[in-house]
């Protein structure tokens, strides 16, 4: 779906796990296309096998613009990925593989690398030293399967031991590594719930800038129902010349297709 703003033309994707959910998973797809998205992004595609994802996007004739790595187990220290976990060097490694390959089935141009939870015992250094080579290796993966990668920090006040502290600590680690493999994944809803100042954090990291992920806050619901000023937002992010997936991570507060009358209101 491609909206127009004051500052230019952006590509939305629904993200099927918070949107249409009160479809069957199989079936939101259809719904998504029948809204007008081209696009659909979501973070695990891991219940169904690689072939039956891809065939419901082509039937739906939408993209897969979106994919994350595997998360372990309920409980597990990996539950949020194992970038950030000294130790999981297997479990990470495979999981980068298996999103990799679903990725070449799918389609899909870009893989979120999850961080994961920093064990409580773990010595900051270690965990982020072991971050930044696990996120190297994954690099060298995907460059060769021509795949980029992304990094998202998740706001401090819901996961206050995720791993990634910041955007800005994304960006430093995708400049360190290999910045035309790997970038970050900008998600205004976050950025704004950890420490605000939206437009200038993201110009200032627009090189950097492989995805945007949306929502309002309070709440997670869609633009306008909370105190995220979307109107100048996103004008700003179409105005920095960004052309990629702009992804609608939020929960409707109604239904779905009802809530999407938040495009009209926001960019008329």
């Not at 930044?132 to 206050?160: F, M, T």
């Not at 990629?244 to 926001?266: F, H, Q, S």
Request: proline content about 6%.
């Amino acid at each position: 779906m491609i909206i127009q703003t004051s500052g230019g033309e952006l590509r939305l994707a629904a993200n099927l796990k918070w949107m249409y959910t009160e479809l069957p998973f199989e079936a939101r797809f259809d719904a998504a296309a029948a809204a007008g998205f081209t696009g659909v992004e979501f973070a695990s595609p891991y219940d169904l096998p690689a072939t039956r994802v891809r065939e419901l996007l082509d039937n739906a004739g939408v993209i897969q613009a979106l994919i994350n790595t595997p998360g372990g187990p309920a409980g597990s220290s990996t539950v949020m990925g194992a970038a950030y976990v000294p130790g999981a060097g297997d479990v990470f490694r495979h999981g980068v593989e298996r999103a990799l390959h679903y990725a070449d089935v799918l389609g899909n141009p870009i893989v979120h690398v999850m961080a994961g939870l920093r064990p409580v015992d773990a010595e900051p250094e270690l965990a982020f030293a072991t971050y930044v080579a696990n996120i190297a290796w994954a690099a060298d993966q995907a460059r060769s399967a021509g795949v980029r990668l992304v990094l998202e920090a998740i706001n401090k006040r819901e996961q206050p031991q995720y791993g990634l502290a910041s955007m800005e600590t994304a960006a430093a680690v995708a400049e360190a590594v290999d910045p035309d493999t790997v970038g970050v994944l900008f998600d205004v809803y976050h950025a704004q719930t950890d420490r605000g100042n939206i437009i200038e954090r993201f110009e200032r990291l627009t090189p950097l800038i492989k995805h945007v992920q949306i929502a309002d806050n309070p709440g997670r619901g869609e633009p306008g129902t909370g105190e995220i000023a979307y109107e100048r937002v996103l004008a700003r992010i179409a105005a920095s010349g960004y052309s990629g997936w702009v992804g609608c991570e939020y929960g409707p507060v109604g239904g779905t297709d009802e809530g999407l009358n938040w495009i009209e209101r926001i960019t008329r």
